[in-house]
């Protein structure tokens, strides 16, 4: 991948950023938010892992639909309806992410919502992807 900087003479001169950025070379994969629906539109799981590990299987397949690989994840952001559940499940939720997904670990955040679109859902992760 390559980068050029623009910076156009009619705006004012950038300090510390760029007005733009152009990147070649590479494809962006955008992957919207997934919880755990199942294919028929139904919040599946009794459990944070149960959810989570469906909802990684959800964001994988729509990685692998658009051509990318986990390896190519570059940030997910996990929205979790309870934080300290999510801790406390950290090392269930890290065993279910490298069976399903490897060691290459995007950048990553956890967030704590309120709810999330479906009120049963308790996570739901979105994120990026960088293909070659």
Not at 48 to 61: H, R
Not at 72 to 92: E, K, M, N, P, S
């Amino acid at each position: 991948m390559s980068t050029e900087r623009v910076n156009p003479p009619d705006l004012s001169p950038p300090t510390g950023f760029s007005h733009a950025v152009v990147a070649t070379g590479s494809r962006f994969v955008f992957l919207a938010g997934q919880t755990a629906l199942d294919a028929d539109g139904k919040v599946v799981g009794e459990t944070l892992p149960e959810q989570f590990e469906q909802a990684l299987t959800n964001l994988l397949a729509a990685l692998a639909a658009a051509g990318g690989t986990p390896a190519d994840l570059a940030r997910v952001t996990v929205y979790a309806t309870d934080v300290a559940g999510y801790r406390d499940q950290a090392a269930r939720l890290g065993r279910i992410w490298g069976r399903l997904a490897g060691r290459d670990y995007p950048a990553m955040a956890v967030v704590e919502v309120v709810r999330l679109w479906d009120e049963r859902a308790m996570v739901e992760l979105d994120g990026f992807a960088v293909l070659p």
